[in-house]
């Protein structure tokens, strides 16, 4: 087997197995350990996801969407297909499965959406965009 040099940066150690040396290997593994998982589903809200009916509700909506994203008009499928609540679960959990309270969107539009939707404004410092007040002296 060929010997070569450790991929990691600035190390001069031999390797003969794999991109790295012993050292750099169980680096890399604790490093990977640390990595969270990203959910992109509300924890409380788990249990509509991964129900039959939701799968059911979500097929009725492709279906009528032509699996179409409604903001931009891109066909989406897979992992990029997102299916979105007007009405949030947690203002009105009647409208889980109704297929009129759910929008299809791609995973680009979604984050938009939403953002779009939410009742509190973005903070905006205004002391940035207005010309500070005259002070009087004396």
Request: proline share 7%; glycine share 2%; charged share 30%.
């Amino acid at each position: 087997m060929a010997k070569k040099m450790c991929q990691f940066e600035g190390c001069s150690n031999i390797t003969e197995r794999g991109k790295y040396c012993s050292e750099h290997t169980a680096s890399r593994k604790f490093k990977r350990a640390k990595r969270k998982k990203h959910n992109a589903y509300h924890h409380e809200n788990k249990p509509y996801y991964h129900s039959q009916r939701w799968k059911t509700v979500c097929a009725i909506v492709d279906l009528r969407e032509n699996n179409c994203c409604q903001r931009c008009h891109r066909y989406v499928f897979g992992k990029y297909k997102h299916h979105h609540h007007i009405k949030p679960i947690k203002l009105d959990a009647t409208l889980a499965f109704d297929p009129e309270n759910i929008m299809l969107l791609c995973s680009d539009c979604h984050p938009i959406v939403e953002h779009e939707q939410e009742e509190k404004r973005p903070k905006v410092y205004p002391s940035y965009f207005t010309p500070p007040t005259p002070t009087q002296n004396g």
